[in-house]
């Protein structure tokens, strides 16, 4: 069985902060991916990243930045210089079952930045 | 963009009465999924499917059956709506192992 595990139900955090948004996960599978969603308020839901198991390498998308520890088994997320539009909920998700190719989701975060 | 709409967008209906939600793609992916959003559980797994006729069950698949009869096309049918299965229905396209999902569908059952 899998899970993700996203202990932060809310954060608020004022303009200009960093921000880290935890998710920890569980699967027996030696291959996996890991997600990052976001969902604004006006509800879609927006994919950010996928990581491989494989690959623990850190990766940077401008603000956005991904810590991967096979060792911990944690996927964490952080936003440097928050900003108003960042405010959403954000989910981590685990793909192990390579045939149905479905995703186990965290139960979410919601992050608020306050102007 | 994946090219995925739902329809409807909203819908209210009464307890008991069949519902059937619909997810239409235009870019000819094999695998699509039928999630929903409940707050405090994040989105789950209702049912998915792996090519046309080729469908199969998640974890909260009671209550729901679906159907694929074109690649394009994935239905989600409550046979007798309950309270309970109110809730944002998302659908979802696998491209490679990254899903996209559509804008979903808010249903509610009075």
């Known amino acids: 069985a899998q899970k993700v595990t996203q202990a932060q139900t809310e954060i608020s955090v004022v303009e200009k902060e960093d921000v880290t948004l935890d998710c920890v996960y569980e699967?027996?599978?030696?291959?996996?991916?890991l997600f990052w969603y976001k969902q604004p308020p006006s509800g879609e839901l927006v994919f950010l990243i996928r990581?491989?198991?494989?690959?623990?390498q850190n990766e940077i998308s401008g603000r956005y930045s991904w810590n991967f520890q096979k060792s911990t088994s944690s996927f964490n997320f952080t936003i440097t210089a928050s900003q108003v539009v960042d405010s959403a909920v954000y989910f981590c998700a685990l793909s192990a079952d390579t045939g149905r190719r479905a995703l186990t989701f965290g139960s979410g975060t919601r992050l608020q930045v306050q102007p | 963009d994946a090219g995925i709409t739902q329809s409807p967008r909203h819908k209210v209906t009464e307890t008991g009465t069949p519902v059937t939600l619909r997810c239409h793609q235009t870019e000819n992916h094999r695998y699509m999924y039928w999630y929903r959003q409940d707050p405090g559980h994040g989105l789950r797994l209702i049912h998915y499917s792996y090519g046309v006729k080729d469908t199969d069950k998640g974890e909260v698949s009671d209550g729901y059956s679906v159907s694929r009869s074109k690649t394009e096309d994935f239905l989600l049918t409550l046979e007798s709506a309950t309270s309970s299965q109110t809730s944002v229905y998302f659908c979802?396209?696998?491209?490679?192992?990254?899903?996209?999902f559509g804008p979903g569908t808010r249903l509610t059952v009075t």
């Open positions: 979802a396209i696998a491209q490679s192992y990254e899903q996209y």
């Open positions: 990581r491989n198991s494989f690959d623990e």
């Open positions: 699967t027996r599978d030696t291959t996996y991916y």
